[in-house]
């Protein structure tokens, strides 16, 4: 190559670097990068924009934003008659409150909802706290956003303002989160957590899995949303996104990036407290509809655990109507729980518990649980023969199983279920009377048992 050619050739590619912003030549203008003061100005721009409001407090700024929310047609769509009142309240939280009716108004408790960093560890920086005092229908909302993370202090002593004081505190999954989690950053930044201290905790998480596990499977707030509640979030970010749009944001992105996590939390705030009203109307009788074929058990189950009062015969009613549906497993389950009432009261209800457990024993002569209730319940009748033919072929079945299988059957007695029905043989053989052939057909076997009504 001749050295003019070279000498072109240096210049053309001196004349490309310098369009690439490279080489000596002049340099292409490239975008400038704001400054954190600018960034930091933005950011305040947006949220006042957005309604954040700063206030002075603590020696640094806190933003918060007041909204009010109608909750009338969320609790409509829900079918909850209104909103949740302190007694109902407490009844999801404690059980049965007995005579001692609160005296204090719905606005003395508060939900809250926390949006966060992170999950676990020191990245669990609460950037977003929600607070909802309840109004009759309306929930007045404040939420504090935390615009700079070096004012930390300001907008946790916000946040705490809002809650201390407070009857009760509602959360979803708050005890094990949301109030841990503030809790840590509190102390983090030399805050005393006390104000957290509330007279009660009502976390609506732990009445929908007793109630609804398994008509929900996973109990996340948005599943118990769409099928309690009838209700459905459309366009809205979700909670995962979260921590990624609130670092993009302060790093310099506009406000909209961040503006559908704060209606999230907004959102997580309502349906936390008309989940609460839904829940409590379940208790009273206003069953979910349509009716899981699980609801009436599981909620029998809670009433008779958390000692409500059972006026009308509630519990039986609802465990009578789980039997009737004949659906499994839970019509079993309800079976079993039903014969136990039964059986405590006894007279004329024992003699009813004997039919229930014979037609549970006849329909899964496995289920030695069954039959055991049935042998205690029959020598108690002194109907000594009929419990010594279930006690001898319950001795059978189980001689017929494996250990391993046994020792797993539930409600195994002391010394395990061989051991027990060997025992139980030997003291009926020894009763006048229960050698003679009983009166009809053996409950729980034989081709002319009871018609069963549950399935193998």
Known sequence: MEAADRAAAVAALRQRLARLGGGSGPAAPRPSIPDAATVAERRGEGARAAGFEPQPLGGGVAWVRRVSVDLGPFLDRAGAPGPVTPAQLIRLALGDPGPHTPRWDASDAAV????????????????????????????????????????????????????????????????????????????????????????????????????????????????????????????????????????????????????????????????????AARLAAHLEGRLVSPVHPADRYRLAVHLERSGVADAGGSVEEHLRATVAGALGPWDRHAAHALASRLRRRGGAAEVEAVELLGRLWHSRPGDLRAARALAVSLERLRRHAEALAVSERALVVCRGLDSGRLGAMRGAPRGGWTADWERRCGRLRARPGAQSPPPGPVLGGGDAAPVPLFAN
Not at 161 to 189: H, K
């Open 112 to 275: 809250l909802d926390l949006e966060t960093l992170g999950l676990r560890g020191s990245g669990v920086l609460a950037f977003l706290a929600g607070i909802g005092v309840p109004r009759g229908d309306r929930l007045e909302v404040d939420q504090v956003l935390l615009v700079d993370p070096g004012a930390e202090r300001p907008a946790l002593l916000a946040a705490l303002a809002r809650i201390a004081g407070r009857r009760m505190l509602v959360t979803y999954n708050g005890r094990s989160f949301d109030v841990p989690a503030l809790r840590s950053r509190l102390i983090v930044n030399r805050l005393d957590p006390a104000g957290l201290e509330v007279g009660m905790h009502c976390d609506v998480l732990a009445p929908v899995r007793r109630l609804f596990r398994d008509r929900l499977g996973a109990c996340t707030l948005g599943r118990a949303e769409r099928d309690l509640l009838g209700l459905e979030r459309r366009g809205e970010v979700p909670g995962c996104e979260a921590p990624a749009r609130y670092r993009a944001w302060l790093r310099g992105a506009g406000y909209e990036v961040l503006e559908g996590v704060v209606v999230h939390n907004q959102l997580d705030l309502c349906a936390t407290m008309v989940l």
